[in-house]
């Protein structure tokens, strides 16, 4: 099984997580997401890491999103899946949307594992845009 797991700082991740649920169907075993909650220690939210991951096997592979590259969350998992021998098996992205993670659970499986950032993060980039809403009376209808 390919799992798109995602981590982040507060509660980013759980909040996604729960986006996700809502567009993709709930109750899906395939996403994943742990948080590092203020006050956290790093070895507490490791452990949360290695619970969050005891379902994944040997031969599924990890799609992981963290809030910021090079932050304590990503790191940290980084080094918890690198423990579990899953490394190999396992993409990082640092910077996640709901868009982003969206169009991974729903593209995941028809495609390798090494070719969705190439594929993801520039759609992501596309999605990121200003919102601007004009009014219906233009000034020289004044």
């Given amino acids: 099984m390919k799992y798109v797991m ?21 109750g899906r075993e395939d996403i994943l997401s742990v948080s590092l909650e203020n006050g956290m220690g790093s070895d507490v939210y490791a452990d949360n890491v290695r619970k969050c991951l005891e379902k994944v096997g040997a ?3 990890i799609l992981l999103f963290g809030d910021l590259v090079g932050g304590s969350p990503l790191t940290t998992a980084a080094n918890v899946i690198a423990e579990k021998g899953l490394l190999e098996r396992t993409v990082m992205v640092g910077g996640m949307s709901l868009p982003l993670a969206l169009s991974a ?3 995941k ?12 993060i520039p759609e992501a980039r596309e999605e990121l845009k200003e919102f601007q809403i004009t009014s219906e009376d233009s000034e020289d209808d004044i």
Avoid: K, Q, R
């Avoid at 982040?8 to 649920?21: C, E, K, N, T, V």
């Avoid at 499986?109 to 993801?120: F, H, K, Q, T, V």
């Fill in 105 to 107: 659970v729903l593209m």
């Fill in 6 to 26: 995602l981590v982040s700082h507060g509660m980013f991740a759980p909040g996604l997580h729960s986006a996700l649920d809502m567009l993709a169907g709930g």
């Fill in 59 to 61: 031969e599924d592979e």
């Fill in 109 to 120: 499986d028809g495609m390798e594992l090494s070719d969705l950032p190439g594929m993801l």
